[in-house]
């Protein structure tokens, strides 16, 4: 199942004859961790130009990420005589930055998603930066 994701993620085709049932776990696999993907949040709020450029960084990966993963689970869906997910159609024209605050617009954007104001996100993003969520990358 391993060599199945891996020649994916790599760009190469799937060669004929493979074992429906590894194909199918592979993509239970994919799928799984696609789902992980998209239901993880990231929030970078930052000011200055240095810890923008860090946290774009981050949020470009797991951007990045999320696509690559809908890629190789149409690949896998194909290959088992599936149609493939129409996930702009399914998920909104900007699927893959659900969740992802990140950038020079990152306050304005997590207020107007969550629903709180901008002044009190800056208050979280505040308390939030000298707690433990700085060591997982949430908030800078």
Same mark, same amino acid.
């Given at each position: ?12 085709? %799937?060669?004929?004859? /493979? ?5 199918? *776990?592979?993509? !239970? ?5 696609? &789902? =992980? ?14 810890a923008v450029e860090g946290g774009r960084w981050g949020g470009e990966r797991r951007r990045r990420r999320r696509v690559k993963l809908a890629e190789?689970?149409?690949? %896998?869906?194909?290959? /088992? ?5 129409? *996930?702009?159609? !399914? ?5 893959? &930055? =659900? ?42």
């Open positions: 199942m391993k060599k199945i994701i891996n020649l994916l993620y790599a760009g190469s085709p %799937l060669p004929d004859g /493979l074992d429906r049932r590894l194909v199918a *776990l592979a993509l !239970e696999e994919i799928d799984n961790r696609f &789902t =992980k993907a998209m239901n993880d949040q990231y929030l970078w709020l930052a000011a200055c130009t240095a190789v689970g149409n690949a %896998l869906r194909v290959y /088992l005589g599936h149609s493939p997910l129409d *996930l702009e159609k !399914e998920l909104g024209k900007q699927w893959d &930055t =659900k969740g992802l605050y990140y950038g020079y617009s990152a306050i304005g954007s997590y207020s107007a998603a969550s629903g709180v104001g901008i002044s009190e996100v800056c208050f979280i993003g505040g308390v939030l930066s000298g707690s433990n969520f700085l060591r997982q990358g949430i908030v800078a």
